[in-house]
């Protein structure tokens, strides 16, 4: 079993950052790839960004390309997601998920979830 609380979220104005982080428990956080989906007012859960179990390689959705940066310290358990140049668009909650292949969590499966935290950007 793992579980998956995500800090860091808050009110922002456009063009501004944040930097949400994921403390994972469990021991077995450094073979899960991790990955941040959000979803928007009346909007289905979407993909922005995972990256694999050893960091290595990482992924985006087009939207948040250049602006978003995910990363991991599996010494700490901890998924991050640097957003910088944040739009209205942007706002939403965030959810931080777990999976032990990142394609898979790419598509929207995941094996664990957190329960969210909220983003808000100003105009």
């Known amino acids: 079993q793992v579980q998956l609380v995500e800090s860091g979220g808050g009110l922002v104005q456009a063009g501004g950052s944040l930097r949400l982080s994921c403390a994972a428990s469990?021991?077995?956080?450094?073979?899960?790839?991790m990955g941040w989906f959000l979803q928007a007012p009346g909007k289905e859960r979407e993909f922005v960004a995972a990256?694999?179990?050893?960091?290595?390689?990482?992924y985006y959705a087009n939207s948040v390309k250049g602006r978003f940066t995910i990363s991991r310290d599996n010494a700490k358990n901890t998924v991050y997601l640097q957003m910088n140049s944040l739009i209205p668009e942007d706002t939403a909650i965030y959810y931080c998920?777990?999976?032990?292949?990142?394609?898979?969590?790419?598509?929207?499966?995941?094996?664990?979830w957190g329960q969210g935290t909220q983003v808000n950007v100003s105009s």
């Open positions: 990256i694999d179990w050893n960091g290595f390689n990482t």
């Open positions: 469990g021991r077995s956080f450094s073979t899960y790839a």
């Open positions: 998920a777990s999976h032990g292949r990142v394609d898979r969590l790419r598509n929207g499966r995941a094996d664990y």
